[in-house]
């Protein structure tokens, strides 16, 4: 459905090239330079305000860059059908953001619907999707507010894969969550990755989640990238902001960190 | 008791003057949702426009129901019909609460539930449709109730201008100072009124969000 937009298949998925943002003249974001390859799980990680929120949205273009341009699958942002272009990202914020009028089959039926799928086929899917995310299919015919919050993030994530995009945004997914449950969500992360091979990008400002997750850190402070690297050299970076990073976490960090190739 | 009897040996005319006064009552409600309700989507989404047309809303609100009735008249298509002239009017006071209540409703849908539908790509009307006036239906809704509970009182004044509906009664009986005649008026115009603000609100429940 999407294959049109796979310009290149060994090229990065998504390409940031000296891109900017100001909103009324402040600086958000200042020449960002970054590529982001297939199937690797970025993680962007930084203080509230450090720009890893605008970066993510600059990639389904829910705003445009100042200056600079952001390439998805090759092609450049900027010229790309907008919503084509949103509709081949999933996209998932905190809480889901989840419709509070539609019952979870329609949460995550509404992209496949609006695509034209059969009734039939959006109802097999959305099994398969709760199936994939750990949820039962009762749940199915639920309200969002009848759901736990770690039941509605879930949901949240089924919708973002409801048409199999390559591309999945995750804006602090499990920010709100209790530790318990998000360590759960983390782990579920982890196997649903390794069986999909997205391309993911990920807006965390916990370094522990980074490190977990990610195959590669992308630390930003004030609108800048500071550095990009795997969660193991991370560690051992000797960038002042890295090592701020790792301090303020203090100990036993270094158990956690994602060593699954990539 | 003897209203009662006065309004079932009148009830032909009762009837007849609650049916001019539904009349005026509803094809103004509707023009007033016609206009109102895509008026308040305009500025929920285009915020420079929503200072200028509330604004504007709330000075005709201000305008005595008489005194705009006697603006009216001079105007060429409007004067030639006193119904018409009264439908124009109370439409004019019945946009208020409509298009504040739009604004109201669509402005407080929660953004991430905007943003994330943008996210997955739906369209603008995609988005207005399945989700912003879903969402904002009952603050609609009771806006709507509160303009026709408005206009079945104001209406009454459109007799006056030789409009018909249950103000002929109140006038005429003003005028005999006959309290029978009033009440046979007044009486009808109030349940109208309760009645109105009973079915809206009933709708408005069962169309409420989960």
Redesign the interface.
């Given at each position: 459905m999407l294959a049109h937009m796979q310009t290149d298949p060994k090229g990065p998925a998504i390409e940031f090239h000296e891109v900017s943002y100001e909103a009324n003249v402040v600086k958000i974001l200042s020449g960002l330079n970054l590529k982001i390859a297939r199937g690797e799980t970025l993680v962007l990680l930084g203080r509230s305000g450090s720009g890893k929120t605008t970066t993510l949205?600059l990639v389904?273009r829910?705003i445009s860059p100042t200056s600079g341009e952001v390439m998805v699958n090759g092609a450049p942002n900027e010229t790309a059908d907008l919503?084509?272009?949103?509709?081949?990202?999933g996209?998932v914020?905190?809480?889901?953001?989840?419709?509070?009028?539609f019952t979870v089959e329609r949460n995550i039926g509404?992209?496949p619907k609006?695509e034209g799928w059969g009734k039939e086929r959006i109802h097999s899917r959305v099994e398969e999707l709760l199936k994939l995310v750990g949820l039962e299919s009762e749940i199915a015919s639920r309200?969002p507010?009848q759901l736990s919050g770690g039941q509605r993030q879930r949901v949240g994530v089924a919708?973002?894969l409801a048409a199999d995009p390559e591309i999945l945004?995750m804006d602090e997914p499990f920010g709100a969550l209790d530790p318990l449950t998000r360590d759960e969500l983390q782990r579920e992360f982890m196997a649903l990755q390794q069986r999909l091979h997205k391309t993911i990008v990920f807006v965390t400002h916990d370094l522990r989640e980074a490190l977990r997750l990610g195959s590669r850190i992308a630390l930003m402070e004030a609108g800048k990238l500071v550095t990009a690297l795997t969660p193991e050299d991370f560690l051992k970076s000797d960038d002042p902001w890295a090592s701020k990073y790792v301090q303020a976490f203090g100990d036993g960090t270094a158990s956690i960190v994602n060593r699954g190739g990539r | 008791m003897n209203i009662v009897r006065f309004m079932l040996q009148n009830h032909t005319q009762v009837l007849e003057l609650t049916l001019e006064h539904l009349w005026l009552v509803g094809v103004s409600t509707a023009l007033a949702i016609a206009i109102g309700v895509p008026t308040g989507i305009l500025i929920a989404h285009r915020p420079r426009f929503n200072k200028p047309v509330l604004a504007s809303a709330n000075i005709i609100q201000t305008i005595p129901s008489l005194a705009l009735f006697g603006f009216l008249l001079p105007v060429p298509w409007l004067g030639a019909r006193s119904d018409r002239l009264a439908i124009v009017a109370l439409t004019l006071y019945a946009l208020l609460p409509i298009i504040r209540n739009t604004f109201t409703g669509i402005r407080g849908v929660?953004p991430?539930?905007v943003?994330?539908?943008?996210?997955?790509?739906?369209?603008e009307s995609?988005l207005l449709f399945?989700?912003e006036l879903?969402?904002a239906t009952s603050v609609i809704l009771s806006g709507i109730r509160v303009a026709i509970v408005i206009s079945v009182g104001l209406a009454t004044i459109a007799a006056a201008i030789g409009a018909g509906g249950l103000g002929e009664f109140i006038f005429r009986g003003l005028a005999m100072v006959d309290d029978r005649v009033i009440l046979a008026g007044a009486i009808p115009a109030a349940v109208l009124a309760l009645a109105a603000d009973f079915i809206v609100g009933l709708l408005e429940r069962r169309l409420r969000?989960?």
């Open positions: 949205k389904n829910l919503i084509r272009l949103r509709r081949g990202i996209y914020i905190q809480e889901g953001g989840l419709f509070p009028h509404l992209v609006i309200y507010h919708r973002a945004l | 929660d991430a539930v943003e994330a539908g943008r996210g997955m790509g739906l369209t995609q399945q989700v879903p969402l969000t989960p």
